[in-house]
DNA sequence: GACGAATTGGACAAGAGTGTCCAAAAGTCA
DNA sequence: TGACTTTTGGACACTCTTGTCCAATTCGTC
């Protein structure tokens, strides 16, 4: 009773979510998702429910995976460097690539953007689960290196903020392009290298 | 004959772009737009046709609108400027206020994102008169100052587009959200302070 | 094979939106 | 005033979507 329905369900959520980001909340037709997923719409109406209730659940999904990857990344930043330029970069790259250039995500902010003032609360899951959520750990890792003397810095915050902001700078950002390795190692070390002109001791910067 | 229909006409554009911009594309009816405008929905038909015309004919509008604005901020680019960190964060402020911030080029860059694939040629429109188009210019400026040894950099597009992703990096940037003015300066001056950290003399930074 | 649950496909009503048609009303200009 | 154009509002056909209902079928399990 409970495998069959469970595969029927992420298929459904799965199919579901592809719509929902190729054609949006209203664009999407239960028709359509029901042909993606290869079920009948009755079906989708007996699993979920309806509409909404299916936007929800993938709202919900896609914001789980992307919290987890991210939480996943923050793991890897470094701490301790020996060669601070290169474990950035590094860092910057897996960073973007799991988590920003990601097909999910981006489609997640995309949603969030234009059906967010329709449904608030969507809204405030978004707050407390989505990226936004985690950007106090990145300002602590900073805050780290910096007491630790690798980089020079006065406001965490800032500097996160701006991290951010300097390795998307150069990322080619058409929506539903894909990004080659070497365009996402290029942004990054791009990112990176004023970042430690800025924050960081000049050699290092230099050093890329 | 052109002055009635004249202001009907514009009537109808600027009733269009406000629900096109509430609702997006498919979510927008003719029926509210026609309220929007105080005009029979017949009126809009007569006057431009069906609702794909009427959205190109937005989407136009609001292009030149911005793209005349950019022109105008980018004039006043601090070419030979005294003092250039306080010189730049006002360049700053008036390019985030005028060109970024305002509510239509917001609203410009979400249809363009939404609609953007089912409508290529508004891509392109957008590609020639949007405010990409004007990077180049950005960036020349930038070669200019390096040129009189004002700045220290060796790729002007890269610089220009780091610019931007930094004075961007500390904008409040939930959607349909107001921003003080205070906040527009901070976030200039926060911007503006870690790019001439990063490419400018020490003093300049610091003196900000 | 047989039972019970899930799935399917088709029909259906209700609602909303697009685009057209048309006659009546309002506006424009000489 | 009179001729001409534009606007209006209502009616209409058509399409698409949502959500429900139901009988027939398939699937999982014993």
Redesign the pocket.
Known sequence: ?Q???YN?RCAIISAATAVFVRDGYVG?????IAEEA??????I???IG???KLFVEVVRGINEQGSARLIAVLATFPDEPEDIGRELVEFAIRLTRDCLCDENSRALRKLIENEGSRYPELFETWKDYGPGKNWPAISARFARLARAGDIDLDDPDLAARQFMALIRADLPNEPGQMVSDAELAQAARNGVRTFLRAYGKREAALAL
């Open positions: 009773m495998r069959g329905n029927k999407a037709s239960i028709d359509a290869s079920v009948s719409r009755q079906t109406y007996n699993q309806d509409k909404e």
